[in-house]
């Protein structure tokens, strides 16, 4: 990939949207980020497409001297969108929405098993077959005549005018995928919805063109084309393949932001029917189509839940050698936290969240209480890893792989496994960037993690016997 282009990736995320310029060669030269902006219509919590659209809209005209060639939209998988020829027939619903309990016992009737789609049943509307059931019942005419499309390929429609979907954001715990037969799940298919949905496409299909209005306001070249584009924990999975360590090896993928997620790249044939549905376990699908055994939880939202998001966060680099120094402390004392700051979700979904030796009970408490967390989340991690068969080559990237009391924590809990990071940053964009070229290599090696000192194991075992009441 030579010459002087240049490559835009639209991530749209569930905390920040994301926009980065690229040049040929996979070197970045700009990133904007918006965080998303709280949105209600009609009494439900909604994506901001509006304001979103706006945004992205005034950041590419922002780019517009540059000779940009394509662009690729990322995006969360819990959201849809309804459109026809004239545009959105309604707010996309926030994921985080509840949804009414009589709504959710119908729904859940009508799902098909964990075996076939390796979709687990999942709180508010993660699972999206949740989302377009009770849509359905509130917009029956629009939902009658719409084109649905995941979220990740509104964008592509958003720049373009041409509705596809595509198969990470429908195989990523929607119910609405059977990754086994590669289609749609019997469900789907039966109460017609897969004929709803746009015509599916790979990820690094061309969708088209830029729109012309889009063209006049933002200045970019009329030839600029986008991607259908994908998942946004599939695209870090796209950026983990590019590194030799982990390219046609047994590897693990731990894909850190709002959600933590771990995804197994088996060396060998490996059965998803044994994953246990009940600890937040489940079946994404990759760009090309292949299962990829997963486990997740809320990790960035429940790091964010005890140290506030107005407070230093737990990765900022200057920060680090005094959260280091708060960590023999919390091991001598056996202070730590208790799963689950997010109900519902993760290994431990039913877990009542509580400290043991709370750190406001001595002193270092700021530093001792994000250290904590860090501690607590290398440990659901651990968990999360182990229920997928993690082993020998795990990759944490994202925002909290500068947190260096998790990752060290967790290359101690697991000393058989090689434990590392990415010096590069932006992965998940750098992953949608190999859909343009799949041989583009990473700026930057990987750095293998060295474990944290201290006995990790007697800590882990003092946790897991504190947790053993909680049902899993």
Not at 445 to 465: F, M, Q
Request: proline share 7%; aromatic share 8%.
């Amino acid at each position: 990939m030579t010459g002087t282009g240049a490559f835009i990736v639209v991530d749209i995320g569930k905390t920040l949207s994301k926009v980065t310029l690229w040049t040929r060669g996979g070197r970045m030269l700009d990133r904007q980020v918006r965080p998303n902006a709280p949105c209600e219509k009609d009494g439900v919590r909604c994506l901001d497409a509006e304001g979103t659209g706006r945004w992205l809209r005034a950041t590419l005209r922002g780019w517009s001297g540059h000779p940009v060639e394509a662009i690729i939209p990322v995006a969360h998988g819990a959201g849809f969108a309804a459109v026809d020829q004239d545009g959105l027939l309604f707010a996309p619903l926030d994921y985080e929405q509840p949804i009414p309990a009589d709504v959710v016992a119908a729904y859940r009737a009508e799902r098909d098993a964990f075996a076939v789609t390796g979709s687990p049943a999942l709180p508010d509307g993660l699972n999206l077959g949740a989302q377009i059931w009770w849509m359905a019942q509130r917009h029956p005419e629009a939902m009658a005549r719409a084109t649905l499309l995941p979220w990740a390929q509104y964008w592509a429609w958003f720049l373009t005018g041409r509705a596809v979907s595509e198969v990470t954001s429908l195989g990523c715990h929607t119910d609405l995928w059977a990754p086994g037969e590669a289609r749609f799940s019997p469900m789907a298919q039966r109460l017609g919805w897969a004929e709803r949905f746009a015509p599916v496409v790979s990820a690094s299909d061309v969708v088209g063109t830029l729109r012309p209005d889009i063209v006049r306001e933002t200045g970019l070249p009329a030839t600029t084309k986008v991607l259908a584009g994908l998942h946004d924990s599939n695209a870090a999975l796209l950026a983990a393949r590019g590194f030799a360590e982990i390219a046609r090896k047994e590897a693990t993928i731990l894909s850190t932001g709002t959600w933590f997620i771990s995804m197994r790249l088996a060396a060998e044939a490996t059965s998803t029917a044994d994953l246990p549905e009940a600890r937040d376990t489940l079946v994404n699908v990759d760009a090309y189509g292949w299962p990829v055994p997963s486990a997740r939880f809320m990790g960035g939202r429940e790091i964010e839940s005890v140290i506030q998001l107005d407070t230093r966060r737990v990765d900022i680099r200057p920060d680090q050698p005094k959260l280091m120094e708060a960590v023999p402390t919390l091991l001598e004392r056996g202070t730590m936290m208790l799963p689950t700051l997010a109900p519902g979700f993760g290994p431990f979904p039913h877990g009542e969240a509580r400290w043991l030796d709370a750190p406001a009970e001595w002193a270092g408490t700021w530093y001792a209480r994000r250290a904590g967390i860090c501690l607590y989340a290398a440990l659901v991690a651990d968990t999360a890893l182990d229920l997928i068969g993690s082993k020998e080559r795990l990759l944490i990237e994202g925002r909290f792989a500068e947190a260096e009391v998790f990752v060290r924590a967790l290359a101690a809990l697991r000393p058989e496994t090689e434990v590392f990071v990415a010096n590069a940053h932006n992965d998940v964009s750098f992953g949608a960037l190999r859909l343009v070229n799949p041989l583009l290599k990473a700026n930057g090696g990987l750095r293998r993690v060295e474990p944290l000192d201290g006995d990790l194991h007697a800590y882990r075992a003092k946790w897991h016997e504190a947790v053993m009441s909680v049902p899993a």
